[in-house]
């Protein structure tokens, strides 16, 4: 899932300087198994904001809301209706969702409210961990199922280098480094015969350095 955490207060406030009333808006999916931008965060987040603003003696009117998801328009044309009166709508969704109200909703601002980090997997409570980088050309395959891309702080295709040490990663000793995960892992399937394979120069156009990508399903396509 998407892997994101709430932007500072101050910085969320100044964002807010001059609007009067905002939608406080949630997204029902991954930032809500994140704990990041779900129905019990926006009330938290408004309740927050109204207080402050209270102190400083300007007042801020809220109006919360969670979509089932921010990044699908059948779940934010009913907000079209809602937007009377609205200076801004905070998003905390993920980037994409602030995008999708942005898109949908061309008349009001939309605001981040969260900082996207990363596609991951929660490890135990209160801690997550980056698994894929959407390199576009999964190499899982040649790499016994852990990606070279996202746990390799270099993303080599053919590791480790010469900063790996005792398991972990040259930046930190609190790193794993990801080609002795990899190696693990291919020689408890006994596959390490995969490491004497190099794994060819990949094709980074699939990945974002191709610039902004786009699928398209012609058998799902409407009218086909
Ligand atoms: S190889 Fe690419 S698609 Fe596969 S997990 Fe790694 S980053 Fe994601
Ligand atoms: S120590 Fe391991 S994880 Fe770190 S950059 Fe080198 S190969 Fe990659």
């Given at each position: 899932m998407i892997i994101a955490e709430q932007k500072p207060l101050s910085e969320i406030e100044e964002m807010l300087a001059d609007c009067h009333k905002v939608m406080v808006a949630g997204c029902g999916t991954c930032v809500t198994v994140c704990f990041a931008g779900g129905e019990k965060e926006v009330g938290l987040l408004a309740s927050a904001l109204r207080m402050a603003r209270e102190l400083k003696g300007q007042p801020l009117e809220t109006l919360e809301r969670t979509l089932h998801r921010q990044c699908e328009w059948e779940f934010v044309d009913p907000v079209k209706a809602e937007?009377?009166?609205?200076?801004?709508i905070l998003s905390l969704g993920c980037g994409v969702g602030v995008q999708a109200l942005s898109e949908r909703l061309p008349g009001v601002r939309v605001l981040p409210a969260l900082n996207t980090k990363f596609m991951g997997l929660p490890l135990e409570q209160g801690v997550w961990s980056e698994r894929?980088?959407?390199?576009?050309?999964?190499?899982l395959d040649l790499t016994g199922g852990i990606c070279p891309i996202a746990r390799c702080s270099k993303s080599l295709l053919n590791g480790p280098c010469g900063g790996s040490a005792s398991g972990k990663c040259e930046i930190s000793p609190d790193v794993d480094c990801g080609w002795q995960l990899i190696y693990d892992r291919l020689e408890s399937l006994g596959r390490l015969d995969l490491m004497e394979e190099p794994i060819p120069p990949k094709d980074w156009s699939y990945a974002r350095d191709g610039g902004p990508r786009r699928i398209v399903r012609e058998d799902l396509r409407l009218g086909q």
């Open positions: 937007l009377e009166g609205i200076d801004a894929c980088a959407g390199c576009g050309d999964c190499v």
